[in-house]
Nanobody, 116 residues
Framework: QVQLVESGGGLVQTGGSLRLSCAAS????????MSWARQAPGKGLEWVSG???????YYADSMKGRFTISRDNAKNTLYLQIDSLKPEDTAYYYC??????????WGQGTQVTVSS
């Protein structure tokens, strides 16, 4: 079955960087669109970014500039690089099989906490 396992979250100071990873299995990763979403404490889900199988990337307007999505099809792994972290980036980050409009499966999430 589909498995999406996120890692790389943690506690980081404002201005720091993190690279989140998502190890995928149970489907043909190389031909699948993938996305990242996040949920901050007390808030709803928020789409961060998406990447199609051909490598074309998309970002939510508020995420442009500090977030970089990428994929390694040889390793069946999705990445999200976050730079210049801010306290408002504190959230659970989820790996998603599919696009924001048509999500097919979700990982369990990895927690990112940014201290001020």
């Amino acid at each position: 079955q589909v498995q999406l396992v996120e890692s790389g979250g943690g506690l980081v100071q404002t201005g720091g960087s993190l690279r989140l990873s998502c190890a995928a299995s149970g489907f043909t990763f190389s031909s699948s669109a993938m996305s990242w979403a996040r949920q901050a404490p007390g808030k709803g889900l928020e789409w961060v970014s998406g990447i199609h199988s051909d490598g074309i990337t998309y970002y939510a307007d508020s995420m442009k500039g500090r977030f970089t999505i990428s994929r390694d099809n040889a390793k069946n792994t999705l990445y999200l690089q976050i730079d210049s972290l801010k306290p408002e980036d504190t959230a659970y980050y989820y790996c998603v099989l599919g696009t924001w409009s048509i999500p097919e499966a979700w990982g369990q999430g990895t927690q990112v906490t940014v201290s001020s």
